[in-house]
């Protein structure tokens, strides 16, 4: 792993998910920073999407997961800011190509439509990949705020 802090949040959907990828990534020795929430209690998803963002933008870390029923609403409220590249991943391929071609500094999942091997997988390919850059940086440049 290549990130030494990670941003975590979810909304209720997310919840238990989110619970597991921490524990994973603790073993991993990753240092995470959990904004919630801190129960199932319902949360709106756009809220938690704002929380990693400002963390973010911030400098409190360097990427962040997270994680609703889909991943598609969560990743549609990160990506409104400049900055952020929120990529909503349903598998390995799709995650390390995120980082790889993309830069994605946001991994989003959906806890209800992926099982937890594929989402551990997905935060591994996202933490271990690296931006290829060259011809894919003038692409990234394209989508604003470096």
Known sequence: MTTSVILLASDHAGFDLKAD?????????????????????AVDYPDMAERLVQALLDDRAARGILICGTGIGIGIAANRHRRIRA??????????????????NVLCLGARVIGLQV???????????????????RRVDKLGGA
């Open 21 to 41: 990828i921490r524990k994973a990534l603790s073993k991993h020795g990753l240092d995470v920073l959990d904004l919630g929430p801190s129960d199932h209690g």
């Open 87 to 104: 990529a909503t991943c349903h598998d390995v391929t799709t995650a390390r190509l995120a980082r790889a071609h993309n830069d994605a």
């Open 119 to 137: 989402a551990l997988d997905c935060v591994d390919a996202f933490l271990e990949t690296p931006f290829e850059g060259e011809r894919h940086q």
